[in-house]
């Protein structure tokens, strides 16, 4: 006799009503899988926040894109990507400098 068996036996569980109740839990579990995936679907992924103010501050004062990222606790290639949304380009740190 399996443990799994012994345990229903023991516990006085039916191995039909124990399937019908792993049956609903595992369905359960993939509606709590599909709305995950929905919401996820509908939101997006969470975005980093980057503190556009001290970003152009360190750009202006001529530190490194990589250090300013590090800094804001982001990587150099979503910082070049919000400065691209934020509409910043090299030459305008420069130039407002």
Not at 19 to 32: D, K, V, W
Not at 59 to 84: C, F, M, N, Y
Request: charge should be positive; glycine fraction near 8%.
């Amino acid at each position: 006799m399996s443990m799994i068996a012994e345990v229903l036996q023991r516990e006085g569980i039916e191995e039909k009503e124990a399937i019908r109740l792993a049956a609903c839990i595992e369905n359960e579990r993939r509606e709590r899988i599909k709305k995950g995936l929905a919401d996820a679907r509908d939101n997006g992924r969470l975005r980093k926040k980057v503190d556009k103010n001290r970003v152009i501050q360190g750009l202006k004062q001529g530190v490194p894109v990589d250090e300013v990222a590090r800094e804001q606790k982001v990587s150099a290639a979503t910082l070049r990507r919000r400065l691209k949304e934020w509409g910043i380009c090299k030459g305008w740190v420069e130039q407002n400098s």
